[in-house]
């Protein structure tokens, strides 16, 4: 068992992200669960109270892990090299986003984790909240655990150790699938550029209605998302843009 916690930790760069967790006493069993199956990163964004012996305390045998916790002001300081985000979420959106059930991710789903040059993040929203709308449309897919329709709440500790115990699941059922490509996939960053680039070009075309302008913006980042280009699209698709925006100031 030693031997394939060992290549999960390091062939794998695979992120669980808690935001604004309020109880640090969660903070220390999330470090506890994911240790518990073989993955070592944990990140943290603006938690109410870090470092606190309260985390320590309920870490038990995972201490390395909080010694070692990425702590981020912002979500995108802690995706900006991220090339697969994954958020849990276990409420109905308004805008449909592509979601799955942890113990049915698809194929092409389930090759992109294992593919070892992609970073991975899975996100675990607020105690109280969740994972707000903004936070859920910057993942490429949403992950839901099969939960009674009747309470359907989990403590967050619980359910980072429900995602990663499938996650190792996924990761130990065959060997690892190598996707080989010349061209890296774009970061989180990168789709962000492209994004707002695409909304100047837009908002400089008149082409947005005041009435509808934030479902536009939704459903392109969903598109985005969806369509996963690499960093080479992303150039190609940036260069575009700028020649149109070069035919429009003329």
Not at 54 to 73: P, T
Request: proline share 3%; aromatic share 6%.
């Amino acid at each position: 068992m030693a031997h394939s916690e060992l290549i999960l930790k390091e062939d794998y760069d695979i992120e669980f992200i808690l935001i604004e967790t309020s109880h640090p006493g969660n903070i220390g069993a999330c470090a506890r669960a994911i240790k518990n199956m073989g993955f070592a990163k944990l990140g943290l964004v603006n938690p109410k109270n870090f470092p606190c012996d309260e985390a320590y305390h309920r870490s038990k045998g995972a201490k390395d892990i909080l010694d070692d916790a990425n702590i981020y002001k912002s979500l995108d300081e802690a995706l900006s090299e991220a090339t697969l985000v994954l958020g849990t979420s276990a409420r109905e959106r308004s805008i449909p986003w592509p979601s799955s059930y942890t113990h049915l991710i698809d194929e092409d789903m389930s090759n992109d984790i294992k593919d070892k040059n992609n970073k991975i993040c899975i996100l675990f929203g607020r105690e109280d909240s969740g994972l707000s709308n903004d936070e859920l449309q910057k993942c490429h897919m949403h992950l839901r655990i099969p939960c009674s329709d009747e309470y359907s709440s989990l403590n967050i500790s619980h359910a980072v150790q429900i995602i990663s115990y499938e996650f190792r699941n996924l990761l130990m059922r065959e060997e690892s699938i190598e996707v080989k490509s010349d061209v890296p996939l774009s970061t989180d960053a990168d789709n962000e550029f492209l994004l707002e680039h695409l909304d100047k070009v837009l908002l400089d075309l008149n082409f947005y209605d005041q009435n509808s302008s934030r479902q536009v913006q939704a459903r392109l980042k969903r598109l985005i998302k969806k369509a996963r280009p690499d960093k080479l699209e992303v150039g190609i698709l940036r260069g575009f843009l700028t020649k149109i925006q070069e035919i429009l100031n003329k």
